[in-house]
């Protein structure tokens, strides 16, 4: 069982992203704030994860099938258990079409997570 939760990164509008947490450089995290930045940083500490996500956000249109992304070197459970743990912690959006599940960046978190290391 996974410890990781839901991390909400708030926008105000489609133009203003608003990051769940402060930069780094700006003062010291409060515990709220740190542990929503491990929940995201934790997912992404895998590599096959990691790899998801960058075909995920990289993909034409920002939006991927699961049948275009699960060539990542494990077996398609594996790939359903990486794509279910991004979603937990808040990175990904997934919705059914027929048979096949899109998977699509949550809109804010790349900006969101640039934002919070920015100096």
Known sequence: MSNLSVVEL???????VVPCCPPLTSAELSESD?????????ALGDPVRLRLFSKIA???????????IQDV???Q?????????LREAGLLTSE????????KVEPSVLAAMGQMLAI
């Open 96 to 103: 059914r079409r027929g048979t096949w599940v899109y998977y």
């Open 34 to 42: 740190a542990v929503k930045m491990a929940a995201m940083f934790k």
């Open 10 to 16: 708030p926008v105000l509008n489609n133009d203003t």
């Open 77 to 85: 459970p594996t790939v359903s258990h990486h794509l279910k743990k």
């Open 73 to 75: 070197g494990v077996s």
């Open 58 to 68: 990289a993909h034409q249109g920002g939006e991927a099938c699961v049948c275009d």
